[in-house]
């Protein structure tokens, strides 16, 4: 067990070594004392694009990627060894960060999580590597997680998917330039053409009103979005899509990439919910699979990774990977956590150990539950019949409708939190998501089962619930007229006008009403009656309004022109 007392820290190991050394001296002595550890030292480079391990001299590419898959297996994951290698260094220490390896960590959070994160917590140390110019552990790890994946490239990411989208729409979209891409795509695709100054062509989901989700973007659509570009004499510079959604709506990637290589541009898939899909036969393929160019997956979503980690995979070689290093590097910290760094090895490592087998106990308890609960009177399971112009849905994600009981999503999910202890993934009006993953167990899906009969049994079915919500009868995004690109709407100065006296304003601000998580209004737009009525009539009804300053919607942040 862990010591959860900051004075109880075992630091014995920091006091063993002779005070009088030169740095030259220190350097090549803490590798010394990991001789017998079979990692990569990248301290030991020599000129020639060798390494000394074991004492032997070896290439890099010996060492990057094993072939066999038994090697694979063996091989410790090369970021987890080499900072366990230089946490366990006895040494000095008189660098960042401030706790100096746990010794003055602060006690109320080691007593929470140990001092182990803390002694772990270290900055770019050369035997480290460096996240934005790789040539030891981090390539390494990056190596082995894009044959895992099988990209041709695979990046690092402290910033989650927020920032490997960013990355990904800058590194394809100069100023200008025409994204196209849905229009309930997640804030950072929004961000980032702020970030780029990239044009948006929209493409508007499908939606089903029953449900209150957003569908996929599909072939057809993307074709349209190319043609009407094409009428305007424009053409595209990369087009981006979410496959799987947060409710797990696969799009036809396959067929969209197809589309998008003939006409010599980009396909980004913000894959967030997406990590784990091709490790199981019953799991739709992964975007990488389907041909896209870049992928970015939150390996800490449906993977085992921290929050906050994520993976930016490159297929193919129509972009260009240097501009996304220097994109990423713009935005990335320059002190990345090692602890994220090391969770996304780590995650790998889990992932290769049997990448066939991994998902066989989550997908069966999914496919229980998905079975027992379709069996209980007065809850709906989502499926694709909502959505049968898409060819798959994520098995792990469940979905569940309580409109029959006249419940909310909110209601239901208030219900399942407070008698059973049940946390969901994400609440809408009529349903709520939970997320299957490979730390689910079988106990966990008996109490959701028994919970969802307990709250059926004690709310009777009616007919046209009070939980289903009563739309106008318009969409969220009916009316879309733009002003202003997104990147000038930010940068333009702004007012705050009352609510009655905003129509026809261009808005300065995201307005994204969850569920069902599309923006009605994004900056630069002009704020027409249709998607006044529509926010009103949704606030009213209990969404939440994300992205106003004023969540309450009295008034609306507009652009001075
Ligand atoms: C569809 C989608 N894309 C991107 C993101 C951002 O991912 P991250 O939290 O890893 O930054 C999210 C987060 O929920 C998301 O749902």
């Not at 804030?187 to 009103?209: N, R, T």
Request: charged fraction near 15%; aromatic fraction near 6%.
């Amino acid at each position: 067990m862990l010591s959860c007392s900051s004075t109880s820290l075992d630091h014995s190991f920091h006091l063993s070594f002779s005070n009088n050394w030169s740095l030259g001296t220190f350097r090549s002595s803490r590798f010394c004392h990991s001789e017998e550890r079979s990692i990569i030292k990248p301290g030991n480079k020599q000129d020639n694009g060798t390494f000394v391990v074991h004492n032997k001299f070896i290439t890099k590419d010996d060492l990057l990627i094993s072939h066999s898959p038994i090697a694979q297996q063996d091989s410790p994951p090369p970021l987890v060894s080499a900072l366990k290698a230089s946490a366990e260094q006895s040494v000095a220490s008189f660098h960042f960060p401030g706790h100096n390896r746990g010794r003055a960590a602060p006690s109320s959070l080691t007593q929470l999580i140990g001092l182990r994160p803390f002694v772990h917590d270290l900055p770019e140390l050369p035997e480290l590597d460096n996240l934005f110019s790789p040539e030891g552990p981090i390539l390494d790890a990056q190596r082995q997680a894009a044959k895992l994946f099988g990209s041709s490239e695979t990046w690092f990411l402290v910033g989650g998917t927020t920032c490997g989208v960013q990355a990904a729409i800058m590194a394809t979209c100069s100023p200008g330039e025409f994204l196209i891409l849905p229009r309930n795509s997640h804030i950072s695709a929004i961000s980032a053409m702020v970030l780029s100054g990239a044009q948006p062509k929209y493409i508007v989901p499908q939606y089903d009103f029953e449900w209150d989700i957003a569908g996929g973007a599909t072939t057809s659509q993307v074709e349209q979005a190319f043609k009407e570009l094409e009428m305007e004499d424009r053409k595209a510079a990369a087009v981006f899509i979410t496959s799987p959604t947060y409710h797990g709506i696969c799009s036809n990637l396959t067929e969209i990439s197809k589309l998008c290589h003939s006409h010599g541009i980009p396909l980004i898939v913000d894959e967030a919910h997406g990590a784990h899909l091709g490790f199981h036969p019953q799991l739709p393929n992964s975007a990488l699979q389907q041909g896209a160019d870049l992928a970015v997956q939150s390996t800490h979503k449906v993977l085992c990774s921290l929050t906050q980690s994520s993976m930016l995979h490159m297929g193919g070689n129509i972009v260009d990977s240097e501009r996304i290093g220097r994109c990423l590097q713009t935005l990335q910290s320059t002190s990345p956590s090692y602890l994220l760094l090391a969770s996304l090895d780590a995650a790998r490592a889990q992932l290769s150990e049997n990448a066939d087998t991994i998902f066989n106990k989550a997908m069966q308890l999914a496919f229980e539950a998905k079975h027992l609960i379709k069996e209980i009177p007065g809850v709906s399971v989502f499926d694709l019949a909502s959505f049968s112009n898409f060819p798959a849905i994520d098995p792990l994600r469940l979905t569940i409708g309580f409109w029959q009981l006249g419940l909310s999503g909110y209601e239901a999910d208030e219900i399942l939190c407070r008698d059973h202890g049940i946390i969901c993934e994400l609440v809408g009006t009529q349903s709520i998501t939970f997320a299957i993953n490979l730390g689910t167990s079988r106990d966990h899906i008996q109490r959701l089962v028994s919970g969802i009969k307990h709250l059926t049994g004690t709310h009777a079915p009616i007919h046209g619930g009070k939980g289903r919500l009563q739309h106008s009868g318009c969409t969220p995004f009916a009316d879309i007229k733009m002003s202003m690109i997104p990147r000038d709407a930010f940068f333009a100065s702004k007012k705050k006008v009352c609510i009655a006296e905003c129509l026809g304003e261009v808005c300065g601000e995201l307005i994204c009403p969850y569920p069902p998580g599309i923006p009605v209004l994004i900056p630069g737009e002009i704020i027409t009656e249709k998607a006044l009525d529509y926010l009103l009539d949704v606030r009213n009804e209990g969404a939440v309004i994300t992205g106003a300053s004023d969540p309450l919607l009295t008034s609306i942040v507009v652009c001075n022109v």
